[in-house]
Structures are given as structure tokens and as C-alpha cells.
């Protein structure tokens, strides 16, 4: 766990200059261009409508993208600034560029409770660099720094690590709701506390299952992770992607499991598919008789129940990976039956990781759940309980 971070509330802000870190990385539509998810816009709301009801002068930024420190026409941020302002009525002005004496003098002309966008931070190789300079520049345009970036808070990068050296630095809402979701995990859940984990790859998730096994009550595991599990216990896994280097880990985890009497439960039957492909020929198959042509795809409709039922015994449960590969739909039936569970569960629900955060949103069930992570990586690192360079970089509490 973390100190206590100083936040918004805790510093004054109005006339005053406050550049906002925000992550404003949406994803965008690769034929349209269009943003396809504009959650993490609507996290940061409340930060920014404090900061202009407080008449503070408003500095946005953030990265979009991967455009390796250059200007990428697509990865300005004008649509995430129209977006913005389309959800709080006001304009807000685009600069030309993050740094410089341009921008300088946009500054100097900004009114209490206006808002400047400034460009893309990573349009600058210095952005990820963590340059020492180039944080100087951007801290010149503020007088107060306001981190609410969660989902890059483990990044160590100028505008949410060595500004912090030249700017009083506090946490703006969403980082605040954030880290406090996540401390609350690992350290006073309400029992009894599942961990539901899946996705692509065992070695992603180690970290996290290492870390929570010994604070839950029940560890749920499917995705093609499970596919390694099985393996480490002799069975057939066929095609399906198995980590051979981990098959050892995976056997200490089944046994300390054992050893501190965590039920770690694995599908008990599962999907199984000739090819990862829309027009594959799927069929149920058990989990301890895979034939070595197939692939694992989904948890199967026994391990669907098996699961909903621990799940609905549980009062906190955090969810992070999908069930399946459920970008094909007919491979989808098992994560899209779980996140209907939880959507209907009176537990606290948590959900870390950006593809299960995404089915979230698709499927139009964020407001069912107590919390639902802007930040895949970030959150994945609080649970390993490992630090976040960006939180430890801001003003501790006391
Ligand atoms: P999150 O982003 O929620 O943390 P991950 O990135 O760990 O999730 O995993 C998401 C990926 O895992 C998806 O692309 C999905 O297709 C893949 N996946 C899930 N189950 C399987 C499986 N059985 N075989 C191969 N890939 C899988
Ligand atoms: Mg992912």
C-alpha cells in the first residue's frame, strides 16, 4: 500500500494555473478514426468540473497513442478535446503544441475557468524519456500540477514523474477513487472475496494472483491461462497456448492453494475449437480429455455455472481477464455470462484490465458495477502490490 496522497482538495486553486494530467488514451475506431470508448473521459469529469467551479485557469494534457515523438496528423487531440466539451458545455481551446513560448502566451491569456488542451504530449520523444527539461518546460505553464492519469501512473514519464519535482503535485479525483478501490482490496475486502482471473497469458497475471491468493477466499481461473494450469497438472491442453517456462509456477501456486486451503478452481469443462476463427467447428469438451488438434477457446456451460455459484456466495469480487477469446462471439459465451453475474451481484465488484473493462462498456453494464478501472496496467501493478512512479511522485498527506 501506498502513503496518502495529497489531492485537489487539499490545495487552492482558484485563479491560480492548474496543468491536469489526465489519460485521455481512448481507443479509436481503426477504420473511422473515431473514438470507440470515451469512458475514460467521463472518469475524469468530476476533476475538471471542480477545477472550473473552483474558477481555476485549466491546463489539460495527455498522450493518444503511439506516435514515437513525432507529429501523427490522426493522433492530435482534437477529437478528445471536442469530446470533452461536448460532455461539460463549455469550449475548450487546443493549443498547438505542449511546451514552448507559444503555448506560454496562449497561457497568459487564459481566464478563470476556461480550459486549454494542450497537443499531444508524445508528439515530444522527451514525454517518455522522463527528460528533466521538458518537465520544466511544462511545469512553466502552471502554478499547481493535478495527476488524475491513473492509467499511466506506472509510467515513469515528464509529465507524471519529474514535473513533480518543479510543481506542488496532488491527485485529482478519479486517481484518488482509483487508489483508494484498489487499497481496499488488499487490505479490508469484504469476506468472502473471489478473484475471477483469465486472459491470454499466465505470466501477465502471476504477479497479481501471488499477491491476492493469500487475501481472497476463492481464486477463479479460465482464459487461455488455464490452458497452462492443466498442462502443469499432466493434462492434454492440445494446441491451446501454454507457457512451458511457467509450468512450475503454476504447480507452487496449485499447491500453496492446497497448503492455505484457497480453493483455486479451474474450468471443469471448456470450449474447445479446431482453429481460433469465426468459422471454426467448436465443441464442449472436458477439461481433463482435450484432444491434441483442438484448441481451448471459452469455458464450457458446467464451469459457467460452477463459477456463477461462487461468485454469488461472495461479498467483494475482482475480475480481471476474459473467460475466452471473446473477440470471435461464439467463443464469448463464458466471459459474457460472468460479467451478467456480476452485474447483478450485490458484492463489491472491481474490474481491472482494459479488455474486460471494454466488454464492460460494450455490453452497457459500468453503472452495475462498484468500479470499473481506467487503467489496465496500472491497476494490474497495485494488485501485484507493487508502487505506481506516478502516485509515489505526489505530495504525501501528512
Ligand atoms: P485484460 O486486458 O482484461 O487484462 P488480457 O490482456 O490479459 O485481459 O487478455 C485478453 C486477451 O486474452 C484477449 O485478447 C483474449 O482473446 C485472450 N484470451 C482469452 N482466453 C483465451 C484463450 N483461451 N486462448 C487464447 N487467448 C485467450
Ligand atoms: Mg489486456
Known amino acids: 500500500m501506498q502513503n496518502a496522497k495529497k489531492t485537489l482538495r487539499d490545495v487552492n486553486v482558484e485563479g491560480k494555473r492548474v496543468l491536469v494530467r489526465v489519460d485521455f488514451n481512448v481507443p479509436l475506431d481503426i477504420n473511422t478514426g473515431a473514438i470507440s470508448d470515451d ?74 475557468g476556461n480550459i486549454l488542451f494542450l497537443e499531444n504530449l508524445r508528439f515530444h ?50 486517481m484518488e477513487k482509483e487508489l483508494d478501490t484498489m487499497n481496499k482490496l488488499l487490505t479490508s475486502p469484504a469476506h468472502p472475496f473471489a478473484c475471477l482471473i483469465g486472459g491470454a497469458k499466465v505470466s501477465d497475471k502471476m504477479g497479481l494472483i501471488q499477491n491476492m491468493l493469500k487475501r481472497i477466499d476463492v481464486l477463479l481461473v479460465g482464459g487461455g491461462m488455464a490452458a497452462t494450469f492443466l498442462r502443469a497438472q499432466g493434462y492434454e491442453t492440445g494446441r491451446s497456448l501454454v507457457e512451458k517456462d511457467k509450468l512450475s509456477l503454476a504447480r507452487e501456486l496449485l499447491e500453496e492453494s492446497k497448503e492455505w486451503n484457497i480453493p483455486l478452481l479451474l474450468p471443469t469443462d471448456i470450449v474447445v475449437a479446431n482453429e481460433i476463427k469465426a468459422t471454426a467447428s467448436t465443441k464442449i469438451a472436458s477439461s481433463t480429455n482435450m484432444a491434441a488438434s483442438d484448441y481451448l477457446v471459452d469455458i464450457g456451460p458446467e464451469t459457467i455455472e460452477l463459477f456463477s455459484r461462487e461468485l454469488r456466495k461472495c461479498h467483494t469480487i475482482m475480475w480481471n481477464g476474459p473467460m475466452g477469446v471473446y473477440e470471435i462471439p461464439q467463443f464469448a459465451q463464458g466471459t459474457r455470462s460472468l460479467v451478467k453475474i456480476l452485474s447483478t451481484s450485490n458484492a463489491v465488484t472491481v474490474i481491472g484490465g482494459g479488455s474486460s473493462a471494454e466488454i464492460v462498456h460494450e455490453m452497457r453494464l459500468t453503472d452495475k458495477m462498484t468500479h470499473v478501472s481506467t487503467g489496465g496496467g496500472a491497476s494490474l501493478r497495485c494488485l501485484e502490490g507493487l508502487p505506481l512512479p506516478g502516485v509515489e511522485a505526489l505530495l504525501n498527506k501528512i
Not at 502552471?142 to 496532488?170: E, M, Q, W
Request: net charge positive; aromatic share 6%; charged share 20%.
Open 39 to 112: 469512458s475514460r473521459i467521463r472518469a475524469s469529469l468530476p476533476t475538471i468540473k471542480y477545477l472550473i467551479e473552483h474558477k481555476a485557469r485549466v491546463i489539460l494534457c495527455t498522450h493518444l497513442g503511439r506516435p514515437q515523438g513525432q507529429v501523427v496528423e490522426n493522433l492530435r487531440v482534437t477529437q478528445v478535446a471536442k469530446c470533452l466539451s461536448h460532455f461539460i458545455g463549455l469550449p475548450v481551446n487546443i493549443s498547438l503544441d505542449c511546451v514552448g513560448p507559444g503555448v506560454e502566451n496562449e497561457v497568459k491569456t487564459l481566464k478563470e
Open 125 to 174: 520523444s522527451e514525454e517518455e524519456a522522463n527528460d528533466l527539461h521538458f518537465a520544466q518546460k511544462l511545469a512553466r505553464l502552471a502554478d499547481v500540477y493535478v495527476n488524475d492519469a491513473f492509467g499511466t501512473a506506472h509510467r515513469t514519464h515528464a509529465s507524471t514523474v519529474n514535473i513533480t519535482k518543479y510543481l506542488p503535485a496532488v491527485a485529482g479525483f478519479l
